[in-house]
């Protein structure tokens, strides 16, 4: 029988019992739901409404339902509606009237957010200190291979040639701002409901400061209404899952175009490729597909969130039993990616030879030309315009610019003297751009110092996050 029967004269069907449970989904907290129940109870205890033997008794029943689902022995009932009502259930039945005095001052509303609560700060631990892993070893590789010059793009054409390490810098600095955004949502997360009761708070003289202690929230949420029925929280996870999905997205469309026999510029590991079953040649790059196509779910997690909120009232609606499903799921997802992203970068072979050639083709010097003459007191559109004839006469005589004498040169302009030739290797073009924030080489090394600097900052962070959350309940 339901916790809540008493006002009914009969109980839902079975078919209705299904629909409405949440349990298949919430009995993965259940670690956050016994935490948040011994800190209820410490805290009646310490304000005199439990007896001392009451929170002993319920402490010590709580603690071996943990044991049991621990081990797989806990039998989940479907009658029970969700994890709160199965542990309260068994309590119950374990210890008698002390377990059913356990909800005196709160509400399911009020337990129900304290268990996401709990469970999405859980779940960010992971997404953040996986986000610094998988930045770390961008930084790793971008030390490993610096010098190789590449290609770098823009309309998918080849416009100027770059360091590989520069390329690859740039996805650490979205990674960052990924983590930014993780720390963020815990933030958000890290305020305790516990207490609010339906909605309106309770009577009882209870201690909301001592059990958002006790779960190790950084505070109670001020309002007893914004407590049951926030989820912002959750979205907040889902949007730093949902950008963190698309720059994965983006690397893995690089990966695979690289990886391709147009390009040779990368071979996948096999341990992250796989066969076809047809043609005995193929090294396909699915794990990067995968997580390219993963990544339209994880936005349909969060919009789904979104069109849930946007139109409930004040406080609980049972329409927030869908907050929890999408955003495990993200968050889960996410992680999977980040570390099959670390395993591709951190095992793939680097084709720096191939990528060099390429970086010399497609007159990739073109705006080097443009900026020589333009350094000898030429208006820079004037210099556009003759480098463009210059590539148009190329294209014609199907040659490169690298291939032009320094006589060709000076049919175009005068101000061409005989050193412009020296000027269009890949090697020189990238090394001429030490600009903060530029590819040369100089500008990438302080760049990777910079990186690896804030990798630092980001460790102690992690590692403080982590302290602060070690031995707590549900932690």
């Known amino acids: 029988m339901a916790l ?3 006002r009914f004269e009969q109980s839902v069907s079975e078919f209705t019992q299904r629909f409405g449970a949440s349990l298949p989904v919430d009995k993965r907290m259940y ?12 805290m009646l205890g310490r304000q005199g409404i439990l007896s001392d033997t009451d929170v002993e008794h319920i402490e010590v029943g709580l603690l071996e339902i943990e044991h049991q689902i621990d081990q797989g022995k806990f039998k989940w009932n479907i009658n029970d509606e969700d994890i709160h009502m199965a542990v309260e259930s068994e309590l119950i039945e374990d210890i008698g009237a002390a377990g059913a005095r356990l909800h005196t001052g709160r509400s399911r509303n009020d337990q129900v957010a304290t268990d996401i609560r709990l469970y999405t700060k859980h779940l960010l631990m992971n997404l953040i200190s996986e986000n610094y892993s998988l930045r770390k070893v961008i930084v790793r590789a971008a030390r490993k291979n610096f010098g190789t010059i590449m290609p770098g793009y823009t309309h998918m054409q080849h416009a100027q040639p770059v360091l590989f390490s520069h390329h690859l810098l740039a996805y650490f600095w979205m990674f960052s701002r990924d983590y930014t955004r993780l720390m963020a949502a815990y933030q958000a997360a890290d305020a305790s409901p516990l207490g609010a009761a339906a909605l309106a ?11 958002a202690e006790l779960l190790g929230f950084d505070h109670p949420v001020p309002n007893s209404m914004d407590a049951v029925s926030d989820r912002d929280y959750l979205i907040d996870l889902l ?17 695979i175009t690289w990886s391709t026999t147009e390009f040779g510029f990368i071979t996948l590991s096999d341990a992250y490729s796989t066969g076809s079953s047809i043609m005995p040649q193929k090294k396909n790059p699915d794990f990067a597909e995968l997580t390219r196509g993963k990544t339209g779910r994880v936005y349909g997690d969060l919009m789904g969130l979104l069109v849930t909120m946007k139109s409930l009232p004040l406080a609980y609606n049972k329409d927030l039993q869908e907050c929890k ?19 591709m970068i951190d095992s793939w072979e680097v084709h720096s030879h191939q990528m060099l050639a390429e970086a010399g083709l497609g007159f990739t010097a073109a ?33 490169g610019l690298e291939d032009l004498t320094a006589e060709e040169f000076q049919k175009f302009s005068p101000l061409f003297g005989k050193d412009v030739v020296e000027d269009l290797n890949p090697e020189g073009i990238v090394r ?12 990438v090394r302080l760049q990777m110092h910079e990186a690896s600097k804030l990798l630092k900052h980001d460790r102690r962070q992690v590692k403080a996050l982590r302290d602060k959350s070690e031995g707590r309940p549900g932690a």
């Open 4 to 6: 809540w029967s008493g």
């Open 201 to 211: 708070g309770t009577t009882y003289p209870l201690d909301r400061f001592y059990t």
């Open 31 to 42: 670690k956050q739901d016994i935490a948040g129940s011994i800190a209820h109870a410490r």
């Open 239 to 255: 949007y730093a899952c949902s950008m963190g999905m698309m720059h994965l997205s983006r690397l893995c469309e690089e990966i």
């Open 325 to 343: 499903e999408g955003a495990v799921d993200a968050a889960h997802t996410l992680r999977d990616a980040m570390i099959c992203m670390e395993g």
């Open 432 to 443: 001429a751009r030490d600009t903060y924030g530029g590819t040369g080489h100089e500008a």
């Open 367 to 399: 705006t080097d030309v443009a900026d020589y003459l333009a350094k000898r007191g030429l208006p820079f559109r004037k210099a556009h315009e003759i480098v463009g004839r210059l590539v148009l006469y190329c294209e014609r005589h199907r040659v």
